[in-house]
């Protein structure tokens, strides 16, 4: 009986053997069901952006992922056209230091312009990435679908990608980050001070390039201030040799600018900008000293008029910055 079980043994084994040795051992993994958390995602016509990436559910990695088609969701017709579209795009050649490159032709010099599409999906994630040129697409929906190849092989996901181009606005300013401000502080005497009413602020983008910023200072009466002539200066901080002396102007987020007898020029080389706050948020201070202005219900030449406004820039461009007090007028 043993030997009969023996042998029965070595044939079920030889058995085994043979047929494993004749089957492929399957090699990786790639999900039916890999997916977006987010869908769909909301991408701001003209800034920066980058989503969230693909989930493989468990599908080996790496990954490549390659857009088959992009549809227009309203009617489902394929606009693979218009993310084909390149446009002007600037793009860092190399790391910089914020410690040591601080003058804009530093910056510059790390930049470059190239063409390139508005959004594109990115291989290694399947990230939605978009840069300024989504500005010039049409907003609306659209949908895409992705071939993924990883060592397990290839797979199409028909329209597994949906994002929405959103209409926003190129820069923040009142109120998303902050508000105008007017105070009237007295010559010699920086602690007392009397707030004024609220200055008017407008910002208008008004051409593609240059990357500028032009800031006008009115009275009133409409009539601009003269930077050239020292009618807009820096506010100084309060305190006894405060750190730093002065509140953040425009003038320390660049080291490019230029005065006109009615405005302010400021350049700037990449977005957004500023990049970073310096304190007190994005606030924009500046002076006007008081042999320049009468202030309505002040004694004239009393009092400086201090203003503020927020921005931030996200989209590159030329914006012009107004803010005109509605209680004080200009002595020239």
């Not at 549809?71 to 056209?81: L, T």
Request: aromatic fraction near 12%; charge should be positive; include cysteine.
């Amino acid at each position: 009986m043993k030997k009969i079980f023996y042998l029965y043994s070595a044939i079920i084994l030889a058995f085994i053997i043979t047929t494993y040795s004749c089957k492929k051992s399957t090699i990786g993994f790639l999900s039916p069901y890999v997916h977006y958390e987010q869908n769909p995602i909301y991408v701001p016509k003209g800034r920066t952006f980058l989503g969230s990436a693909l989930n493989p559910d468990g599908s080996s990695m790496p990954f490549t992922a390659t857009v088959v088609h992009y549809y227009n969701k309203a009617n489902g017709q394929i606009v693979d056209s218009l993310f084909s579209k390149k446009f002007p795009v600037q793009i860092f050649t190399g790391y910089i230091d914020p410690t040591k490159d601080t003058t804009f032709q530093q910056i510059v010099s790390f930049l470059k312009t190239e063409s390139l599409p508005a959004v594109t999906i990115l291989p290694n994630s399947g990230q939605v990435s978009a840069n300024a040129g989504a500005l010039y697409l049409p907003a609306g929906e659209y949908q895409y679908d992705l071939k993924i190849t990883n060592e397990a092989g290839t797979k199409i996901y028909p329209k597994i990608g949906d994002f929405i181009l959103v209409d926003t606005t190129n820069f923040d300013a009142v109120p998303a980050i902050g508000s105008t401000s007017e105070t009237r502080i007295l010559v010699g005497n920086e602690s007392k001070s009397s707030v004024g009413k609220l200055p008017l602020l407008t910002v208008t983008r008004v051409a593609d390039t240059p990357n500028i910023i032009t800031v006008v200072y009115k009275d009133k009466n409409g009539t601009p201030w003269n930077p050239q002539a020292g009618e807009v200066v820096s506010r100084p901080a309060a305190g006894l040799n405060p750190i730093p002396p002065y509140l953040q102007s425009l003038q320390e987020y660049t080291s490019s600018y230029y005065y006109t007898p009615t405005s302010s020029v400021f350049r700037f080389p990449l977005v957004p900008f500023p990049l970073n706050t310096l304190g007190n948020a994005f606030n924009i201070y500046q002076r006007i000293p008081a042999k320049y202005v009468n202030n309505d219900g002040l004694p004239a030449g009393a009092y400086t008029l201090n203003l503020r406004f927020p921005i931030r820039i996200y989209v590159p461009g030329s914006y012009l910055v107004v803010e005109q007090s509605v209680d004080a007028t200009r002595v020239p």
